[in-house]
């Protein structure tokens, strides 16, 4: 009976010898998968804070008090430069983005970067606001959650 309950250790300890590389390769997949959506979520998360701190900075000078003359003209200079900030940052990533059609946007997606793709979601929304050319962004920006290779995701960071 002793030598029944040893083979049978034995036998279990053979099956977790040949299932560890199978369930390490698991692991690994699901922490590279779960650092491919963190990553990306920050990316997201930085890009929206960045619009709208710069949103708001130029709304408060566009409020600043115009009877200092020294303030006004430290806070026009400011707008101007908020300003050409905030249209470089929200700018279609694609040149002649207003005369593209629908499929030509589509056809560029998977040529874009997180950045300009959510740039590209926003300049969309906020004009012509294609239900196709912003599905196809959304399913983009999550296809790149899901398959985009860790290396990658850290050397379009460097970029």
Not at 114 to 130: G, T
Request: proline share 4%; glycine share 4%.
């Amino acid at each position: 009976m002793l030598n029944q309950f040893v083979g049978g250790l034995k036998d279990n300890l053979q099956g977790l010898r040949r299932d560890l590389p199978n369930r390490s390769e698991e692991v690994v997949r699901q922490a590279r998968t779960r650092l491919r959506a963190a990553r990306g979520q920050s990316v997201e998360r930085l890009w929206n804070l960045q619009v709208e701190t710069l949103t708001r900075v130029e709304q408060a000078l566009e409020k600043a008090p115009g009877n200092l003359p020294v303030l006004s003209r430290v806070a026009d200079e400011a707008e101007k430069l908020v300003s050409r900030r905030l249209e470089a940052v929200t700018a279609a990533p694609l040149a002649e983005y207003d005369t593209l059609p629908a499929k030509d946007v589509r056809a560029a997606l998977s040529g874009l970067g997180q950045v300009d793709l959510l740039a590209l979601r926003r300049y969309e929304q906020a004009h012509k606001a294609r239900k196709t050319v912003l599905a196809d962004v959304e399913r983009e920006l999550n296809r790149r959650l899901r398959t985009e290779p860790v290396a990658a995701v850290v050397e379009e960071e460097a970029a």
